[in-house]
């Protein structure tokens, strides 16, 4: 385990710090164009036709690549009351059993993730003509990104 650990942890530090400021740089380009589309709509009385395809792109990105930081380090909201009565043993079994589903989830976003481009690869978003597959392709990319997150939580979990 320490090998794998020692292979592990560089790819781990690599993936989820791009992640992290892959989200951080979406946040403030969507705070700055959702501020913008505030000035045009309401100071300037001409609203960019850009701005909200384009801060709804930034928002799917963010909302659900984001979501993989916490998976990686088990700090998502779970039902933790029934710990104390199931023991170490039980909750390793429901820890297995969660990883699994999300393991399945996963699988899932990555598969009709890319149904979905392929389904999305000519209808353009209004305002910026950007497809709407790389809204789409948020899905397979924060699949694995998610497989890359339970591996990460299970070396952490394993090597203490």
Not at 29 to 55: D, K, M, Q, T
């Amino acid at each position: 385990m320490k090998q794998f650990k020692k292979i592990w942890d560089p790819i781990d530090k690599i993936v989820f710090g791009l992640v992290k400021y892959a989200c951080v740089l979406m946040l403030a380009a969507l705070v700055v164009i959702v501020f913008y589309i505030f000035l045009g709509r309401y100071v300037l009385h001409n609203s960019p036709a850009w701005g909200e395809p384009l801060s709804l792109l930034l928002l799917t990105w963010m909302s659900i690549l984001g979501s993989s930081t916490v998976l990686r380090t088990d700090e998502h909201l779970k039902v933790t009351m029934f710990d104390e009565k199931l023991g170490k043993k039980g909750v390793l079994i429901t820890d297995i059993l969660s990883t699994i589903l999300v393991l399945v989830f996963a699988l899932f976003m990555i598969i009709y993730g890319r149904q979905l481009m392929i389904q999305a690869r000519n209808n353009m978003m209004g305002g910026i003509k950007i497809p709407y597959r790389y809204m789409y392709l948020a899905m397979p990319v924060t699949g694995i990104v998610y497989i890359f997150a339970l591996i990460s939580q299970w070396v952490r979990r394993l090597s203490s």
